[in-house]
């Protein structure tokens, strides 16, 4: 099992509980942030030093971090591979859903573990980057947490015969190039395709390794867009011992003027991956709106 890369208190009065934290134990903290989830605001901070990071979240009565009854500690949280299997896994292991945040278009969700009261948070890994831009610049990556399945994975299909190694190494290769984007190290993806494949993206088909090298090259100059991807309901439609069809809806958040990430298309994606050499890679990847961005 993987560590846990944050410890979280729900208070209710978060200026006074950073200086508390600092007067007594020399805790260093990141700016607060306001943030907006469906209808409740909320004030969120996180500690310089970490993982295990501390978080500190001010909620309003009857959101995700209610504080009414005194502030208190609230839950540990861990990195999920994937939300939408992960947290199935994590219910039957014992730990129910108390609340999913995935209804309301972000990538978490918090469980109850009864006999300590307080809960567990899973956080799709697809949103580490935005957590490492915003939040630990210094760091590359943290782990996901290791739910153990037996039998298929709920959530996930899987085509007869594929090997679970072979589906978590293509799912990684697509994550790997989502985060590459999203940390603004689009070129670093390069070596994510193979040499003769193909993507659609902006109304043009991108063809071969010259020409994703230049629409990767573009997309790092984009330095004021900021985004996150977050991958869910992965799919493997079919599978052979050298080549795999995975399709997955992806959420595109961008962050706007005001700072905060918003929901901004919901994409049905379909990829190619064919075993080169020494990995899988991407050979054909292609997107389709499922509907148009709201506002």
């Known amino acids: 099992m993987s560590c846990h ?61 209610d504080s009414s009854g005194g502030s ?94 072979g589906v978590a190494a293509c799912r990684a290769t697509l994550i790997d190039f989502l985060a590459a984007i999203d940390r603004g190290q689009a070129t670093a993806a390069l070596d994510l395709f193979t040499d003769d494949a193909s993507f659609a993206a902006r109304d043009q088909q991108v063809h071969g390794r010259d020409a994703i090298f230049a629409f990767l090259q573009e997309r790092e100059t984009e330095t004021d867009r900021h985004t996150v991807h977050v991958l869910t309901n992965d799919v493997v439609r079919s599978a052979g011992d050298d080549e795999l069809v995975l399709t997955a809806t992806l959420l595109l958040h961008e962050r706007g003027s005001d700072g905060r990430f918003a929901l901004h298309r919901v994409l049905d994606t379909s990829q190619t991956f064919r075993r080169d050499r020494d990995r899988w890679r991407i050979r054909d990847r292609s997107t389709q709106p499922i509907h148009p961005p709201e506002g």
């Open 72 to 165: 208190h500690f609230d839950h540990l949280g861990y990195w999920a591979e994937n939300i939408g299997v992960d947290k199935q896994a994590l219910a039957e292991r014992g730990a129910p859903l108390d609340f999913d945040a995935t209804t309301l278009g972000r990538p978490f969700t918090y469980h109850r573990l009864a006999s300590v009261g307080a809960r567990v948070e899973l956080v799709d890994r697809t949103a580490q980057a935005g957590f490492l831009e915003t939040w630990a610049p210094h760091l590359v990556r943290m782990p996901s947490l290791e739910v153990n399945r037996t039998g298929p994975s709920p959530g996930r299909a899987s085509a007869p015969g594929t090997s679970p190694d």
């Open 5 to 65: 890369y944050h410890l979280c208190f729900v208070v209710q009065d978060i200026e006074a509980a950073t200086r508390e934290m600092t007067a007594t134990l020399g805790v260093a903290w990141s700016p607060v942030r306001d943030g907006r989830l469906g209808d409740w605001d909320y004030r969120i901070v996180f500690s310089v030093d970490g993982p295990p990071f501390l978080e500190l979240v001010e909620g309003p009565p009857g959101s995700p971090w």
